[in-house]
């Protein structure tokens, strides 16, 4: 199922990400699954949905409790609840935002002709702006990569060292951490998997970290990767910053 151009994954037995909502929607690490579990509002839903499926008031077994949510571990874990239980974390998000998904899930439900449609034309569409993107940050990259040269960074070690330092305050991990989680071999391109907004930021990033090698005339390996510790610390806060703001505004 696709909300916003993000896919919210469905298991085979209906069940829905909740991790993949709060994504789509743009929240930062705020009111997360775990967050709105912890509320006695998602235990009164999760205990009327229990009693409903079950017929029972209580003793549920561990494959009912599975039928309504379950949590799973790994690159492609997360939190899996009823739609039921879905809606209503979205309607903790916001409001707004749970009449937008709830009309989604029941076009998704209903087979809607037009919703495939248009799955297939923003794929295109996001297919041909990655390319573009793409082809950009290549020259970026070039930049950065010449400007550390320049600067007295060694190509290698040093270069991944740097490029490391930018994932890692950027994105949240290592190349080879970014690999793991996107099941990717250790040889692919991560460039060539990050989604079209990941690679807008790293290119965002590098180019920041150009301009702030030059402007405070870092030289050399550890000055270097500071400064590009820094940009992508400051892309990365000017992300979450907007994703509040967006969150105040659907609430």
């Known amino acids: 199922m696709l909300f916003k151009q993000s896919r919210i994954r469905v298991d085979d037995k209906g069940l829905v990400c909740l991790n993949d909502i709060h994504r789509a929607a743009g929240f930062s690490k705020n009111q997360t699954p775990s967050d709105w579990m912890r509320l006695d509002s998602y235990l009164k839903e999760y205990v009327v949905l229990l009693k409903r499926n079950t017929g029972k008031s209580r003793l549920w077994t561990k494959d009912e ?36 998904i709830r009309d989604v899930f029941l076009r998704f439900k209903k087979g809607d002709e037009t919703l495939h449609e248009e799955i297939r034309e923003n794929k295109r569409r996001r297919d041909e702006a990655f390319e573009k993107s793409r082809e950009i940050g290549k020259r970026v990259r070039r930049t950065y990569t010449d400007t550390l040269k320049q600067r007295g960074v060694k190509a290698g070690v040093e270069y991944a060292n740097c490029t490391n330092e930018l994932y890692k305050h950027l994105l949240g991990g290592t190349a080879k951490e970014l690999k793991v989680s996107k099941k990717l071999h250790p040889k692919a391109s991560l460039r060539d ?35 590009t510790r820094i940009a992508a610390t400051t892309i990365r806060g000017a992300i979450e910053s907007d994703r509040k703001n967006r969150m105040q505004k659907l609430v």
């Not at 790994?74 to 309607?91: F, K, M």
């Not at 180019?207 to 500071?226: F, H, P």
């Open 193 to 227: 998997h990050m989604s079209l907004s990941e690679l807008a930021y790293t290119m965002a990033s590098e180019a920041l970290a150009v301009e702030r090698i030059e402007d405070q005339d870092a030289n050399g390996y550890s000055a270097c990767k500071t400064e």
């Open 65 to 100: 409790i599975k039928s309504i949510v379950y949590t799973k571990r790994g690159a492609d874990g997360g939190t899996w609840a009823h739609e039921n239980l879905a809606l209503g974390y979205a309607s903790y998000l916001s409001p707004a935002l749970a009449v937008e």
